[in-house]
Nanobody, 122 residues
Framework: QVSLVESGGGLVEPGGSLRLSCAASGGDFSNYDMAWFRQAPGKQREFVARVSASGLVRQTANSVKGRFTIFRIVAKNLVYLQMNSLKPEDTAVYYC???????????????WGQGTQVAVSG
């Protein structure tokens, strides 16, 4: 059974850092692009970052560019989101997702994790 499990969320002060992890299991994800999305209370789920199956191509939302970095360890089915200089507006539930589609719509992602909460306050 395919599973994506996120971890690493928590409460951090503005300006702080967190590293989110996503462990994929139950399948071969070496052909999947992996991505992070987030959803704040009362808002739609939004794209944060995406990394290609090879790990060589990355896309990052403008709202987090220069602060967040996505990377993966293909051989271990692990994906990370390094988040620096966190702001209160980064507060959200962060989701890991996997897709074989070149498109980026939410519906194009085949697998989703359950999410991990990130709260930036202080």
């Amino acid at each position: 059974q395919v599973s994506l499990v996120e971890s690493g969320g928590g409460l951090v002060e503005p300006g702080g850092s967190l590293r989110l992890s996503c462990a994929a299991s139950g399948g071969d994800f070496s052909n999947y692009d992996m991505a992070w999305f987030r959803q704040a209370p009362g808002k739609q789920r939004e794209f944060v970052a995406r990394v290609s199956a090879s790990g060589l191509v990355r896309q990052t939302a403008n709202s987090v560019k220069g602060r967040f970095t996505i990377f993966r360890i293909v051989a271990k089915n692990l994906v990370y989101l390094q988040m620096n200089s966190l702001k209160p507006e980064d507060t959200a539930v962060y989701y890991c997702a996997a897709t074989t589609s070149p498109r980026g719509n939410l519906a194009d992602y085949e697998y989703w994790g359950q999410g991990t909460q990130v709260a930036v306050s202080g």
